[in-house]
DNA sequence: GCAACGGATGTTGGATACCATATCCGAATC
DNA sequence: GATTCGGATATGGTATCCAACATCCGTTGC
């Protein structure tokens, strides 16, 4: 066996079951290879971005090893890499934690994205196919289908693979990738407030128009309201942190001193 | 003794010395405690972005270990480090070398650059002071020193700071980070053409005049001229890297096929 | 009563030794 | 010439050990 077995029914990261066809037959298919590394960074960051280690939690070398059922060493090359993503915050001898961004930090996170997608958008437009129309509305098919469900969990990727679609024909990769990074990070935060159900169906809305706008090829428009749709999307996520987290340090103030 | 020596006289990442002073006395000044792991990132940034190891370059864990002093892990660590920032690539089983940037993303730098940091002096020139300014001119100053006296090493910092020194105003830490990557990248390449003098002048024409244009809070003019001034840059880079990397091609089929 | 001191304690940062495996390279083979 | 078959070598990873550091907590001293 290549993979590590858990003593005790933990997590367990298994490289097994994937690459084991038929005895005596040979594995056609490109096997995913992956480095124990590799799959601790990526079971680390969906955990941090899914808010299963909220802000601020402390995340100890020992039992992510323990319950991965890998040593110490993956698990702190995978630290290291989500650091320079920005979803993990080093203090020297003290660890890691979840990374916390200030309310000015996310002010800036939204007008930074702002900044690129409308520009991501505005470059992809002339470049669209009917193709490209019908996968968005595809997606924004399923969208909807998960919000009615209630499944919070999907949505996130649901959200990024429709503005993915729309700033693919754009062929720019590089920029691609940052704007990727932005989203893990807002998404983060905007999976707080999807209870709010008047930010759904805005959000819905919103994302309805600006497909209509791009399937019209009406590049300012479409641009106008990407922008706007981020934007807007910050103002609110803003005024609930700022509420959200002026009760809590009364809370914390409270509790301390009592 | 704190730190590690070297064995045999090679590079050495040493913890002492700062941390020394005299017997009985009390360090007054904040000792720089600083991780192996972060001051071999630093190290190796450093290198690699002054051009000591060139691009595709292999980075052995080993050697690297050896020549400063520290065994595999903080290297290890660092080099996952850098591979977040875009410095480094990973190839599993076959180790990290020097990242690549092809033309494509060598374009989109640039104008990701120019949206950003056109945006951020835009924002920056309303909250300027006269300290701002005399700070600029100091930093054009040293700039055309450093220019005069081939100082090409130094080059990459300053103009990084003057930049800087333009955007601080506008309180926006967090676009400034992500600026900042990709100055590390831009400056990585536009070192390679710094022989060619017509560009050092053009360059300092261009930043004299984005500071005549701040010191007169000409916003529009400012914001106009920055964007203008990264896209000259990058439009230079991209028609050297292409003529520099056809002719290295075909030394190589060359080589290859004698 | 309260601040300062001085251990316990636990965790990180790092070293070292060791091993399995993937990749590369050259030689032998067909 | 193309292919196969071994070594070399470096990486990815484990296990174990240790020093430095942070933090908690009880004690001392004022």
Redesign the interface.
């Known amino acids: 066996m290549t993979g590590r077995r858990t003593l005790n029914g933990k997590t367990a990261i298994v490289k097994d079951a994937i690459m084991r066809p038929a005895v005596g037959r040979v594995a056609v298919f490109p096997i995913k ?3 124990l ?2 799959m601790t960074a990526d079971a680390l960051r969906e955990r941090i971005l899914r808010g299963d280690y909220p802000e601020g939690e402390p995340l100890r070398q020992d039992a992510i090893a323990d319950e991965f059922g890998v040593s110490r ?1 993956p698990v ?3 630290l ?6 920005g979803l993990v915050t080093f203090n ?1 001898h003290r660890g890691a934690v979840v990374s916390t ?1 200030s309310i ?2 996310i002010i ?2 939204f ?2 994205r702002a ?2 997608e409308s ?1 991501l958008i505005r470059r992809a437009i002339p470049n669209m196919t009917s193709q490209d129309d019908s996968r968005a509305r595809e997606i924004l098919a399923a969208y909807d289908a998960a919000i009615r469900n209630g499944e919070v969990m999907s949505w996130g990727e649901l959200n990024w693979q429709f503005h993915a679609v729309l700033y693919a024909p754009s ?5 691609l990738g ?1 704007v990727n990074k932005l989203h893990q990070q807002s998404d983060r935060y905007m999976r707080m407030l999807l209870a709010l159900a008047h930010v759904e169906q805005r959000a819905k809305q919103e994302h309805r128009d600006i497909a209509v706008a791009a399937r019209a090829r009406d590049v300012k428009r479409a641009s106008r309201l990407m922008r706007e749709h981020i934007l807007s999307a910050g103002r609110i996520l803003v005024a609930f942190l700022e509420e959200h987290r002026s009760a809590r340090a009364k809370k914390t103030r409270r509790r301390a001193a009592p």
Do not use: C, H, K, Y
């Open positions: 290879r992956e480095t590394t590799g060493i702190r090359e995978a290291r890499q989500l650091e320079a993503e020297p961004l000015q930090e800036e996170l007008e930074v900044e690129l520009d062929n720019r990769l590089f920029t940052i």
